[in-house]
């Protein structure tokens, strides 16, 4: 068994899209990014990578690449699965902080989405939405704990 974390934070900003776990959220900011800016894909990437000592998600997927830049992080997602093909998704926990807009609604279909990129059931996928009660206005935050087996 191997157990990794990952952690992502994004500044939403006007005229950009809303993605997290792979899902359009509608709101009238996104998270600003080189890529699509989902957190939670992201956190999860490094959580993967975290888990199986394959560095992080900027060393997979370098910033100023061009080849990233509006990248799907779904995509993304695809590609760091291919370094951990030893291993199976025993299960994840996820943990999203972001004051608006509510996540509620989103949830299940976030869970749904990360259980397909996965090849997960949908009871192995938690993902929990909190606030910062005001403190990080502007913020999009995501924590991802990871559990893999071996093939
Ligand atoms: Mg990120």
Redesign the pocket.
């Known amino acids: 068994m191997r157990i990794g974390t990952g952690w ?1 934070l ?1 500044r939403l900003e006007e005229n950009r899209s809303l993605y997290i776990g792979g899902v359009k959220i509608p709101h009238n900011k996104g998270a600003l ?1 080189h890529s699509d ?1 989902d ?1 939670l894909l ?1 956190a999860l990437i490094d959580a993967l990578l975290g888990a199986t000592a394959n560095g992080d998600i900027g060393t997979l997927f370098p910033p100023n690449d061009v080849q990233w830049k509006d990248a799907a992080s779904l995509d993304l997602l695809q590609i760091a699965l291919t370094k951990i093909e030893d291993y199976r998704v025993e299960n994840v926990d996820c943990t999203v902080i972001i004051d608006a807009p509510k996540l509620a609604p989103f949830i299940k279909k976030i869970r749904s989405t990360l259980a397909t990129a996965l090849g997960v059931a949908l009871e192995r996928i938690s993902v929990k939405a909190k606030t910062s009660e005001g403190t990080l206005e502007n913020v999009v935050i995501a924590q991802v704990v990871v559990l893999l087996a071996r093939r």
């Open positions: 992502d994004h990014a800016g957190v992201h």
